[in-house]
């Protein structure tokens, strides 16, 4: 499938009077790769009004031509540092308005940078390109299928594996194992494997602990399918459902569903944030949802949009967001449920669909 790089470039510059600057010096890492196809890292990329020019090393002389034809490179000698073959790079290019990217510049770049530019107004420039990533187009939605099936075709080759006796790292290890044998390049984040009064904490890392060892168990995990991720969240139960449990399952259930339907253009990410919100506090849970209710996903596992409370952000056609509700109790567990969110024309499209309904997550382990 081709990606449009020269589209995405070509917006790019489109911002460029907005910011007011001549070029734009991309030093982030992903936003090079979401500007030129280059996947490789050390790099940077200069992309002024009439073209562009990688600056790279002789290590991806060769991947930089298979991955992004038709972009200058300026490889620099063994010997000569980034800071110094960007700046002869830009002394060439009769730029006076450089922007730089201010979220991922350090500061002693940036002055060392200016002392050897002393032509150049540097401008410090916020989430240009971030911006335009939001929005993605239509190779990256395939992208963002195709890693959510690997992540889905995983999950349910583990739930036919899974036994009590497994420790949350074994299990952990299985699932990463299985997404990449249906294709996925690696996990996109260390998979989350939580068993009971664990899946309360936010970030937990397997253990040693058997999944048997309690009633349920929390998994949040995703697919990096080579370029884009996934990231999904179940909680599979390995006992006879409790109560306790199932009163606190579906209202999570509930809240996700809503916050759903709420996804369309033109919706605003705080408003579908608070769908979410209102249903757990209703409940009597307010206190114990305590995160954002999703963020955006594509290049990286967390990126804009985030659905939080404050984001003013309006939903449009091409974000895939995650909606991510959870309740958690501390010294009992969390309950959180993880779909993948695309906004269409005219309303939306969920992209993860494994089963979710009480009834399909027990599992006879
Ligand atoms: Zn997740
Ligand atoms: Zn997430």
Same mark, same amino acid.
């Given at each position: 499938?081709?990606?449009?790089? @020269?589209?995405?470039?070509?917006?790019? =510059?489109?911002?460029?009077?907005?910011? &007011? #600057?001549? %070029?734009?010096?991309? +030093?982030?890492?992903?936003?090079?790769?979401?500007?030129?196809?280059?996947?490789?890292?050390?790099?940077?990329?200069?992309?002024?009004?009439?073209?562009?020019?990688?600056?790279?090393?002789?290590?991806y002389?060769?991947?930089?031509?298979?991955?992004?034809?038709?972009?200058?490179?300026?490889?620099?000698?063994?010997?000569?540092?980034?800071?110094? @073959?960007?700046?002869r790079?830009?002394? =060439?290019?009769?730029?006076?308005?450089? &922007? #730089?990217? %201010?979220?991922?510049? +350090?500061?002693?770049?940036?002055?060392?940078?200016?002392?050897?530019?002393?032509?150049v107004?540097?401008?410090?420039?916020?989430?240009?390109?971030?911006?335009?990533?939001?929005?993605?187009?239509?190779?990256e939605?395939?992208?963002?299928?195709?890693?959510?099936?690997?992540?889905?075709?995983?999950?349910?080759?583990?739930?036919?594996?899974?036994?009590?006796?497994?420790?949350?790292?074994?299990?952990a290890?299985?699932?990463?194992?299985?997404?990449?044998?249906?294709g996925?390049?690696?996990?996109?984040?260390?998979?989350?494997?939580?068993?009971?009064?664990?899946?309360?904490?936010?970030?937990a890392?397997?253990?040693?602990?058997?999944?048997?060892?309690?009633?349920?168990?929390?998994?949040?995990?995703?697919?990096?399918?080579?370029?884009?991720?996934s990231?999904?969240?179940?909680?599979?139960v390995?006992?006879?459902?409790?109560?306790?449990?199932?009163?606190?399952?579906?209202?999570?259930?509930?809240?996700?569903l809503?916050?759903?339907?709420?996804?369309?253009?033109?919706?605003?990410?705080?408003?579908?944030?608070?769908?979410?919100?209102?249903?757990?506090?209703?409940?009597?849970?307010?206190?114990?949802?305590?995160?954002?209710?999703?963020?955006?996903?594509?290049?990286?596992?967390?990126?804009?949009?985030?659905?939080?409370?404050?984001?003013?952000?309006?939903?449009?056609?091409?974000?895939?967001?995650?909606?991510?509700?959870?309740?958690?109790?501390?010294?009992w567990?969390?309950?959180?449920?993880?779909?993948?969110?695309?906004?269409t024309?005219?309303?939306?499209?969920?992209?993860?669909?494994?089963?979710?309904?009480?009834?399909?997550?027990?599992?006879?382990?």
């Amino acid at each position: 499938m081709a990606m449009n790089f @020269a589209s995405r470039r070509d917006r790019l =510059r489109i911002a460029f009077r907005k910011a &007011g #600057i001549d %070029a734009l010096l991309v +030093t982030d890492y992903t936003n090079v790769t979401y500007l030129t196809g280059f996947t490789g890292d050390d790099s940077y990329l200069v992309v002024r009004g009439d073209g562009e020019t990688i600056v790279s090393d002789p290590r991806y002389t060769t991947q930089l031509g298979e991955e992004c034809p038709g972009v200058d490179l300026e490889i620099r000698p063994p010997g000569r540092g980034i800071m110094q @073959a960007t700046a002869r790079l830009l002394r =060439r290019g009769g730029i006076h308005r450089l &922007g #730089i990217e %201010a979220d991922s510049m +350090t500061v002693g770049f940036r002055d060392r940078l200016a002392t050897r530019l002393p032509k150049v107004t540097l401008t410090p420039v916020s989430g240009a390109v971030e911006k335009l990533r939001q929005v993605k187009d239509r190779e990256e939605v395939a992208l963002i299928r195709q890693a959510a099936r690997q992540a889905e075709k995983g999950f349910e080759a583990l739930r036919h594996t899974l036994r009590r006796e497994m420790s949350e790292k074994q299990a952990a290890d299985e699932l990463e194992h299985q997404m990449r044998l249906f294709g996925a390049k690696e996990a996109a984040f260390p998979t989350i494997m939580a068993v009971g009064p664990r899946a309360a904490l936010p970030h937990a890392s397997p253990t040693e602990q058997p999944i048997g060892g309690d009633d349920f168990v929390l998994i949040d995990w995703g697919a990096n399918g080579g370029l884009y991720r996934s990231d999904l969240t179940r909680v599979l139960v390995t006992a006879k459902i409790s109560p306790k449990f199932e009163r606190v399952y579906r209202v999570v259930l509930q809240a996700q569903l809503r916050a759903i339907a709420a996804v369309r253009p033109g919706a605003i990410a705080h408003e579908v944030d608070s769908v979410a919100r209102k249903v757990i506090a209703k409940a009597g849970f307010g206190r114990r949802f305590r995160h954002g209710l999703g963020h955006g996903l594509g290049l990286q596992v967390h990126e804009g949009p985030r659905l939080a409370v404050n984001n003013p952000t309006v939903l449009r056609p091409g974000m895939v967001v995650t909606v991510e509700p959870g309740i958690y109790l501390p010294g009992w567990g969390g309950v959180r449920i993880e779909d993948d969110v695309l906004v269409t024309r005219n309303g939306c499209e969920v992209l993860t669909n494994l089963p979710k309904r009480l009834e399909d997550i027990v599992v006879a382990a």
